[in-house]
């Protein structure tokens, strides 16, 4: 055998033993629920459109981009003009998908106590958890009646109860939703005769919560309202300039382009800021 081969194997193994004094930790699976797609498609449920997939909202807002973009140099005739409009235009399909879903959810804060109050007086009536879960498709909350009858369709179909619990978080991708659909998996897991102990609390809690959240929001969306004036003045501004056409040739310049690109840095930068101030922060989903 050639003293290179032997001399290679030894080194391995030296290595080898020398590796096995640092045992590896293991990484934790990354989760396929994380990441930029999982909060649009969240974003795009909780808005109600949910037949509309993350790649399908980045395309149009692309496609926007683009045509804002070249109608404005049409226009207008400045680079830079341009292109700040279409970064806006651009963004406006997520930011009005982002609003959307977070009025919806608000709207839903405050209907998930009688949903959990009508699965409380089913229980009481007799009726098995899935089956108070299924008649929320007739006598829950008209916004959420389409995803437990879903649900329902499901059970009938599979029988399968934690499976159609699953696609009923998928469905509604929802903060309180995955509360309650944990409680009840627990509570389905575990027996016993808490389950309406369980359900009433919930409830509590979750007026409870609607409650404060609407009262700090009402006082404090004044702050939210003046970042979006103070952030849209002067957009305003600029595209009423961009009317009169002696004013556009200092934007064609390198100090044009340095003076809009410091001036949007200072508008998202500022927006953020008022916004973290006076915006309660968001529920996550934390049980998916």
Same mark, same amino acid.
């Given at each position: 055998?050639?003293?290179?081969? &032997?001399?290679?194997?030894?080194?391995?193994?030296?290595?080898?033993? *020398?590796? $096995?004094?640092?045992?590896?930790?293991?990484?934790?699976?990354?989760?396929?629920?994380?990441?930029?797609?999982? +909060?649009?498609? @969240? +974003?795009?449920?909780?808005?109600?459109?949910?037949?509309? !997939?993350?790649?399908?909202?980045?395309?149009?807002?692309?496609?926007?981009? &683009?045509?804002? =973009?070249?109608?404005?140099?049409?226009?207008?005739?400045?680079?830079?003009?341009?292109? $700040? =409009?279409?970064?806006?235009?651009?963004?406006?399909?997520?930011?009005?998908?982002?609003?959307?879903?977070?009025?919806?959810?608000?709207?839903?804060?405050?209907?998930?106590?009688?949903?959990? @109050?009508?699965?409380? $007086?089913?229980?009481?009536?007799?009726?098995?958890?899935?089956?108070?879960?299924?008649?929320?498709?007739?006598?829950?909350?008209?916004?959420?009646?389409?995803?437990?009858?879903?649900?329902?369709?499901? *059970?009938? %179909?599979?029988?399968?109860? +934690?499976?159609?619990?699953?696609?009923?978080?998928?469905?509604?991708?929802?903060?309180?939703?995955?509360?309650?659909?944990?409680?009840?998996?627990?509570?389905?897991?575990?027996?016993?005769?808490?389950?309406? %102990?369980?359900? /009433?609390?919930?409830?509590?809690?979750?007026?409870?919560?609607?409650? !404060?959240?609407?009262?700090?929001?009402?006082?404090?969306?004044?702050?939210?309202?003046?970042?979006?004036?103070?952030?849209?003045?002067?957009?305003?501004?600029?595209?009423?300039?961009?009317? /009169?056409?002696? $004013?556009?040739?200092? *934007?064609?310049?390198?100090?044009?382009? &340095?003076?809009?690109?410091?001036?949007?840095?200072?508008? &998202?930068?500022? *927006?953020?800021?008022?916004?973290?101030?006076?915006?309660?922060?968001? #529920? #996550?989903?934390?049980?998916?």
């Amino acid at each position: 055998m050639s003293p290179i081969v &032997v001399g290679t194997v030894f080194g391995l193994g030296v290595f080898c033993i *020398y590796w $096995s004094f640092w045992p590896q930790q293991e990484r934790p699976a990354k989760s396929r629920d994380g990441g930029v797609l999982a +909060h649009l498609r @969240d +974003h795009l449920t909780q808005a109600g459109y949910a037949a509309v !997939t993350p790649g399908n909202l980045v395309v149009g807002s692309v496609v926007l981009f &683009v045509l804002v =973009f070249l109608g404005v140099m049409l226009f207008v005739g400045v680079v830079p003009i341009a292109l $700040s =409009f279409a970064l806006m235009a651009g963004l406006g399909p997520v930011t009005l998908v982002r609003s959307r879903a977070r009025a919806r959810r608000n709207k839903l804060r405050d209907l998930w106590p009688d949903a959990v @109050d009508n699965i409380t $007086s089913g229980i009481r009536a007799g009726l098995a958890l899935p089956e108070a879960l299924a008649q929320l498709a007739v006598r829950g909350p008209e916004e959420l009646r389409p995803a437990f009858a879903a649900f329902a369709e499901d *059970y009938r %179909t599979t029988g399968r109860f +934690h499976d159609c619990l699953d696609r009923l978080k998928e469905r509604l991708r929802d903060p309180v939703a995955d509360r309650l659909v944990e409680s009840l998996r627990i509570a389905r897991e575990v027996g016993g005769s808490e389950l309406g %102990t369980l359900l /009433r609390t919930l409830s509590a809690f979750l007026r409870e919560d609607a409650r !404060t959240r609407s009262e700090l929001e009402t006082r404090q969306s004044w702050t939210v309202g003046a970042a979006r004036l103070a952030v849209a003045a002067p957009w305003v501004v600029l595209g009423m300039l961009a009317m /009169r056409g002696q $004013s556009l040739a200092a *934007y064609s310049r390198p100090v044009g382009w &340095v003076i809009l690109l410091i001036g949007a840095v200072l508008c &998202v930068v500022a *927006y953020r800021i008022m916004v973290w101030i006076g915006r309660l922060p968001e #529920e #996550e989903r934390v049980l998916r």
